[in-house]
């Protein structure tokens, strides 16, 4: 789940409608019981990996290699982040759980970290007070 500043509002991923919904007032909307995890990479530690990894020579490697956050959270966690940034109790609203939705998310990086000197820097709590501010301003302006 890659998140940060120039997302769309209505892009429908979870950090997007979250924060969306909590400036708006309204019910966060988590699908299932929210124990669910998932891990959220900021955008600039995703270009970062990119760009190293295009700069490795093709004979350096042989398969892929994972980029992401290996952070995971449960979705009542990243509710508990949002509501520490905001400073305000956010309510929710439960939703049945799609059946394709994974139970879990959780890259391992371990080939990235060894190939390619990568691992994301920008932590949760640090990502999301960014994109928050930067969805204050947009949704503000839609207004």
Not at 48 to 71: C, F, S, T
Not at 72 to 96: M, R
Request: aromatic share 8%; glycine share 10%.
């Amino acid at each position: 789940n890659t998140y940060g500043t120039r997302m769309l509002e209505n892009d429908g991923r979870v950090v997007s409608n979250f924060i969306v919904q909590a400036l708006r007032g309204e019910r966060l909307t988590i699908y299932g019981d929210g124990s669910q995890t998932r891990s959220f990479c900021y955008a600039s530690d995703l270009i970062a990996g990119i760009l190293a990894l295009a700069a490795l020579p093709r004979e350096k490697y042989d398969g892929p290699i994972n980029l992401g956050n290996p952070g995971e959270f449960t979705i009542h966690e990243l509710v508990g982040v949002l509501e520490e940034l905001t400073g305000k109790k956010l309510k929710t609203q439960n939703h049945p759980l799609p059946s394709d939705d994974p139970k879990m998310r959780r890259p391992v990086i371990d080939r990235a970290e060894q190939l390619l000197g990568w691992k994301p820097k920008v932590d949760l709590k640090e990502g999301l007070a960014r994109t928050y501010k930067y969805f204050e301003g947009e949704v503000r302006a839609g207004a």
